[in-house]
């Protein structure tokens, strides 16, 4: 490993003024789609409609927003205990249930002018600014950095399933792939790991995207994730497609289908351990 790491960039960091682009494209990209779309049509592979996919998207867009204006976000009681899919699942549900997710147009305006404030936010925000994230538990934060690379997730992934529901295209380029994972996986990973991984084992994966694309380390042990800057000793290696990475990240492809065609593969000292990574984590 390099000694020289003033050239590397921090794990994690993102491209704000790239990834910004990247929002405007999408939303872009949504709306229109959107517009053209049966609402009552349902993605396959998921309990939502078009309506409520969209809705969802509105929400997220609007609780980011006041994530980072400092401005109260109500959320759901829940236990303390919950873990974070139960949270993050019981809140979805919770702010579906208080929209009208049958008027598409209507959802449209809502996504446009949420991408535009959160694009305003963020340019003027610090990329390293803690906001106030109470769905993801009690006293949790994440960064305007990880909040962008989130945003445009959502706006990635759901486009995705919106485009797949209706069997039209949707183009994921490498670069939008490489600024949604490079940041929200290293940044999201304590919080997604799943209480039973590791247990009673230390497990130390290095993810590298291909392409010269990001790279991190990630160790799990007993219910927990840290992550450091590649390199050094670890139990495997896994290398992957951005896009395809992307797709598995967020549950759209299982690890079995990216290896099958080409987009993953898993060396180093214990190869076998990666097809079990994506099972120790949530969806982000």
């Given at each position: 490993?390099?000694?020289?790491?003033?050239?590397?960039?921090a794990v994690g960091a993102l491209d704000q003024e790239a990834a910004r682009a990247a929002i405007s494209a999408a939303a872009a990209r949504l709306a229109a789609l959107l517009r053209d779309?049966?609402?009552?049509?349902?993605?396959?592979?998921?309990?939502?409609?078009?309506?409520?996919t969209a809705a969802h998207v509105s929400i997220v867009l609007t609780g980011f927003c006041a994530a980072i204006a400092g401005e109260h976000v109500p959320t759901p009681q829940q236990s303390v205990d919950a873990d974070f899919h139960t949270r993050l699942a019981a809140t979805n549900a919770a702010?579906?249930?208080?929209?009208?997710?049958?008027?598409?147009?209507?959802?449209v305006?809502?996504?446009?002018?949420?991408?535009?404030?959160?694009?305003?936010?963020?340019?003027?925000?610090?990329?390293?600014?803690a906001c106030q994230t109470p769905w993801y538990g009690p006293g949790r934060t994440r960064t305007v950095d990880c909040l962008t690379a989130l945003a445009l997730g959502e706006l990635t992934v759901h486009g995705h399933d919106v485009a797949t529901a209706t069997g039209r295209p949707w183009p994921i380029s490498t670069a939008h792939a490489n600024l949604i994972v490079g940041t929200v996986c290293p940044h999201m990973a304590p919080l997604v790991i799943r209480p039973d991984a590791g247990r009673g084992s230390s497990l130390t994966?290095?993810?590298?995207?291909?392409?010269?694309?990001?790279?991190?380390?990630?160790?799990?042990?007993?219910?927990?994730?840290?992550?450091?800057?590649?390199?050094?000793?670890?139990?495997?290696?896994?290398?992957?497609?951005?896009?395809?990475?992307?797709?598995?990240?967020y549950g759209r492809m299982s690890t079995f289908q990216a290896m099958l065609r080409g987009g993953m593969t898993m060396t180093g000292r214990s190869p076998w351990l990666g097809l079990g990574f994506k099972d120790m984590f949530f969806n982000p």
């Open positions: 490993m390099s000694t020289n790491t003033s050239r590397q960039p779309t049966e609402g009552s049509a349902r993605p396959r592979g998921t309990d939502w409609t078009v309506g409520e702010y579906l249930d208080m929209v009208d997710n049958t008027d598409i147009g209507a959802i305006g809502q996504i446009t002018a949420g991408a535009q404030r959160f694009l305003s936010l963020a340019a003027e925000a610090d990329a390293d600014q994966y290095e993810i590298r995207m291909r392409g010269d694309g990001p790279r991190w380390v990630v160790t799990v042990a007993d219910g927990k994730a840290t992550v450091r800057a590649a390199g050094g000793r670890v139990d495997c290696v896994i290398s992957a497609n951005p896009v395809t990475y992307l797709l598995v990240v």
